[in-house]
């Protein structure tokens, strides 16, 4: 695994939940496989976000705490992180009435000195393969400049890592990278993507934060949660587009 001074386990390693948990092991073994990897959007907080998030709300179900409140225990004190977690859950309405075989499930993360949540609603369709109808962006990046600028940013991290997330799969055989052009990598099409994204600017405190990347990382766990709540069943491995959720 490509780690380059830690890429590989920040959102993991610094994030903030580890104030409240007395004890923890952050480790990393990175084997050399022989096949070279760079950097992705968001770097290594494309995928510790997936990890930490999906594992937060399976400790939430575990202990009987609904998933936003366990967070704001774990976050307690964390002014910007319950800012971003609070704004994305009030505006999707967690915890209301959904449209029938809807499901909502909501992931938070920080990096590059901005802060997100997002809120994924879903459902399963009759193959038991996940659609995105809405996902509810709630984004701190501090001193805003331009607001049009963050929104059509948040917008594209959401649609970049619902297709990661979704469709995102480089395979070898025989050595070789299978996916050797667009017709074999798919990607996000117009009708698989959400037909809302409703993105919230949270007044930030302190300098200016990143804004091309934050809003990538909780989106995949955030579609993952909303499954779980769907049908049960944890996602341990990325992509899932193409995974049937039927019992």
């Known amino acids: 695994m490509f780690d380059n001074g ?21 480790g990393l073994h990175s084997p050399e496989l ?3 990897v760079l950097y992705y959007r968001s770097v290594g907080n494309s995928h510790t976000a997936f990890v930490m998030e999906s594992l937060v709300d399976e400790m939430a179900h575990q202990a009987g705490k ?5 967070r704001r225990m774990l976050l307690k004190g964390k002014v910007r992180n319950l800012g971003v977690l609070n704004t994305a859950a009030e505006k999707a309405g967690w915890g209301k009435p959904l449209p029938e075989g809807h499901f909502h499930g909501i992931a ?9 949540a997002e809120v994924a609603e879903v459902s399963l369709d009759e193959k038991g393969l996940v659609k995105v109808h809405k996902v509810t962006v709630a984004i701190d990046c501090g001193q805003v400049v331009n607001p049009e ?58 300098k200016m934060g990143g804004i091309g990347e934050p809003g990538m990382p ?21 992509p899932f587009g193409e995974t049937s959720f039927n019992a």
């Open 66 to 70: 609904d998933p936003v409140e366990y």
């Open 6 to 26: 830690g890429a590989s386990t920040e959102g993991i390693s610094d994030s903030p939940y580890l104030d409240a948990i007395p004890n923890y092991y952050v």
């Open 34 to 36: 022989g096949i070279p």
């Open 218 to 238: 909780p989106l995949a766990p955030a579609v993952a949660n909303a499954i779980f709540a769907a049908c049960g069943k944890r996602i341990r491995q990325l």
């Open 108 to 116: 938070t993360h920080e990096c590059f000195g901005s802060y997100a």
């Open 149 to 206: 600028g963050v929104v059509l940013q948040m917008e594209s991290c959401v649609n970049f890592g619902l297709s990661t997330a979704l469709f995102g799969a480089i395979t070898l055989k025989n050595g070789v990278v299978e996916q050797t052009n667009f017709n074999k990598y798919r990607l996000l099409q117009l009708p698989e993507a959400p037909a809302v994204v409703d993105v919230h600017i949270v007044e930030g405190i302190g």
